[in-house]
């Protein structure tokens, strides 16, 4: 399925215009009718755990953390980590070699509330540990995160909850991810924020504000309108969040985040598990995949193939990027 001949490179302007907004899309990956297709085939997957790495009882009170990085046992999800159109354009970001290091879905279903304004650079933020580390500074912690290509598998509308996205906002962390979170599914559905129904999966994203005072200036956030098949793809620096689901029952959003990091980065370092959401993974099945270039540092454990044997062939930009 993959056109290896394709050119999905960014332009000198694109690149300009990521710099300096911190996001670029909605772009095509798939046609809608195919993305339906494949949504229609992954979703009856799903419940086949046969494959899956982490244990089926990792649940939290909404957020599924079994799900996650299900791209290791569902081949369409793992052709998907892997498709160039995404793939090259990280790349033209991070540089030719790349790891894919966690995969998410995030549903969203009539009542649901929107979530919560956030930044996130180490995504210690919920699990208190940081699960990326970039290479040090000047002695220094680098300024992290990681390009994720979120890709609407269904329609993504202000009705269903759609993401929202604070342009420019990707380069100045607003919030300590050290500071940690406390965990409270009470509140799930229930909180209200400047006229808006937001939460953060059981947190207030609020408690990991530098400065309390501070609140998002929202008259530069926009609503991200997508189509079946079309994918944003951004920093997790960037300020964003979603509306609250108050569409019909029939009309769910599910949207599925695809997390990229450069070779040089350390994957979940000194992590044995993760502990987010209410629920625990452990890391014993886990590993990266290489989706593109080579990997010459060796941080982290990596597999060449899903847990059904379907093949992670790294994509190679390397002369692409030399000239």
């Known amino acids: 399925m993959n056109d290896r001949t394709a050119d999905f490179r960014l332009s000198a302007e694109e690149l300009a215009t990521f710099e300096e907004q911190g996001f670029i899309g909605p772009i095509k990956v798939y046609e809608p009718e195919e993305m339906e297709k494949r949504w229609d085939q992954i979703r009856r997957a799903v419940p086949d755990r046969s494959r899956a790495i982490y244990p089926d009882d990792a649940l939290g009170a909404v957020t599924n953390l079994s799900n996650y990085d299900r791209h290791l046992d569902i081949d369409l999800l793992s052709e998907h980590i892997m ?58 912690p680098a300024f992290g995160g990681t390009i994720t290509a979120w890709t609407a598998f269904t329609h993504s509308t202000r009705e269903n909850g759609c993401l929202q996205l604070m342009p420019g906002t990707h380069r100045v962390m607003n919030y300590d991810e050290s500071l940690g ?91 044995g598990d993760v502990s987010e959401y209410g629920g625990t993974i452990p890391l014993d099945n886990y590993a990266s995949v290489l989706v593109a270039g080579k990997d010459e540092y060796g941080h982290n454990k990596l597999t060449d193939q899903n847990r059904r044997g379907h093949r992670f062939t790294p994509w190679d930009f390397r002369e692409a990027y030399s000239g």
């Open 83 to 140: 498709q160039q159109a995404i793939v090259e354009r990280v790349a033209s970001i991070l540089g030719p070699d790349l790891l894919c290091w966690r995969t998410e879905f995030f549903p969203k279903y009539q009542g649901d509330e929107g979530t919560d304004w956030h930044q996130a650079s180490t995504f210690a933020h919920s699990s208190g540990r940081p699960q990326i580390r970039w290479p040090a500074q000047n002695n220094a």
């Open 181 to 271: 979170m406390s965990y409270n599914p009470d509140t799930i559905n229930k909180r209200e924020k400047d006229n808006v129904r937001r939460g953060f999966f059981g947190y207030d994203y609020r408690e990991l504000q530098k400065d309390p005072d501070w609140r998002p200036d929202e008259s530069k956030a926009f609503s991200l309108v997508m189509q079946p098949g079309e994918c944003v793809i951004f920093w997790s620096t960037l300020m964003h969040g979603s509306l609250p689901h108050t569409g019909s029952k029939k009309d769910y959003r599910m949207g599925f985040a695809t997390r990229y990091v450069p070779t040089q980065v350390e994957v979940y370092p000194d992590l």
